[in-house]
Structures are given as C-alpha cells and as structure tokens.
Antibody
Framework: EVQLVESGGGLVKPGGSLRLSCAASGFTFSSYAMTWVRQAPGKGLEWISAISSTGSHMFYADSMKGRFTISRDNAKNSLFLQMNSLRVDDTAVYYC?????????WGPGTTVTVSS | QAVVTQEFSLTVSPGGTVTLTCGSTTGAVTSGHYPYWFQQKPGQVPRTLIYETSNRHTWTPARFSASLLGGKAALTLSGAQPEDEADYYCLLSYRGARVFGGGTKLTVL
C-alpha cells in the first residue's frame, strides 16, 4: 500500500526548532518529487516547500525561506522539514505529499503547536 | 510573491452546475502554472481532484471537470451532489514555487 506518514510534530516555544519527518512506503520514493503543505487551525492550505526526486532542487514559499529547510534521504525513504525560529503563526497541521506532477498521495499530517 | 484568488464561497443546488475559478495577481493563468484543484471536507486530509490543468485522478468523479477560462483556471461541477459540499483549493506553480488560493467553500443547498 502506498503510504506517507508524518512525525515529529509537537509543542515548541517561540524561537524554537523542530524537525519533521515523512516516512514513505509502497512506492519507489527516489522517483518522486515531494512537497510539504500546512494548514493552520480554521485556515486554508499553505504550500511550504518542494524537493526534486534526487534532492538537487528545492523550492520554498517566500514566507518560509531562510527558516525552513527541506531535505530527503532516498536510502531511508524519508523526507524532512527542518523548521527554525518558529513563530506562533507556524502553528498548523503539516502534511507531506507525493508530487511528481499528480500530488496523489498525502499523509495524515502531524500537528505543530508553537506557544509559550 | 503572487497571490492566488478564489471565490470565498459559492452555493449550488443539488443537480446544478457551478464553476469555481482561480486567478493570479501576476496575470493570466496558463497551463504553465500547472493548476491543481483539491477538495477538503471537514476533519479530512485534502484530496487532489485535478492536476496539471485538467487531468482527473482515478477517484475523481466525472462530474468534475477543469479547464482554463478567461485567464483563470476553472473547476466545473456538473450535477452537484450533497457529498460535494466541501472546501476547494487551487494551487498554481510559479517556476517551481507554488501558491495555494484561499479556498472556496462550496455549499450544496
């Protein structure tokens, strides 16, 4: 079964850091670009970042450049999102999605809460 | 960064037809923006309905179709069903970076 599962969310203080992970299974992870998307409580979807299948190209939303870093480990079928200098408005459910043109598989999401 | 615009809310009668649109503050939306459409129901993970302008997934009901219309991306629902009541988001690509629209709340009433 094709599956994505995010982990690493939790409660963090403003200014803190978190590293989210997305474990992929059931497909050839190294063949697909991957994407992170988030959704703040009661708000719409926000695109965060994408990374090419080999990890050689990364793209970011302007509002996250310099604070968030996307990466992947194809040997471990894993996608990551390093989040630094977290702010209260980064509180959201964070989703990873399989890209490759179709964005056809999404994980269930992991919740990040930034609060003092 | 570009802003992607969508109608805040729309209402359609059961069995009726409605068109949701997706515009860009940078100008006309083209196939080069690779428009996507997503459906999200309360408490659920978003589901991709349409990718790259007009391609349906295997799970996308045939009553959903998409195109470019008048400089915008458009999602048309023909023969609305009660289960189509949801939030709909479009996503546009700007040379690798992407931007979601604010979403359209579709009511079937």
């Amino acid at each position: 079964e094709v599956q994505l599962v995010e982990s690493g969310g939790g409660l963090v203080k403003p200014g803190g850091s978190l590293r989210l992970s997305c474990a992929a299974s059931g497909f050839t992870f190294s063949s697909y670009a991957m994407t992170w998307v988030r959704q703040a409580p009661g708000k719409g979807l926000e695109w965060i970042s994408a990374i090419s299948s080999t990890g050689s190209h990364m793209f970011y939303a302007d509002s996250m450049k310099g604070r968030f870093t996307i990466s992947r480990d194809n040997a471990k079928n894993s996608l990551f999102l390093q989040m630094n200098s977290l702010r209260v408005d980064d509180t959201a459910v964070y989703y990873c999605a399989r890209d490759g043109g179709a964005m056809d598989v999404w994980g269930p999401g992991t919740t990040v809460t930034v609060s003092s | 960064q570009a802003v992607v615009t969508q109608e805040f809310s729309l209402t359609v009668s059961p069995g009726g037809t409605v068109t949701l649109t997706c515009g860009s503050t940078t100008g006309a939306v083209t196939s080069g923006h690779y428009p996507y459409w997503f459906q999200q129901k309360p408490g659920q993970v978003p589901r991709t309905l349409i990718y790259e302008t007009s391609n349906r997934h295997t799970w996308t009901p045939a009553r959903f179709s998409a195109s470019l219309l008048g400089g915008k991306a458009a999602l048309t629902l023909s023969g609305a069903q009660p289960e189509d009541e949801a939030d709909y988001y479009c996503l546009l690509s700007y040379r690798g970076a992407r931007v979601f629209g604010g979403g359209t709340k579709l009511t079937v009433l």
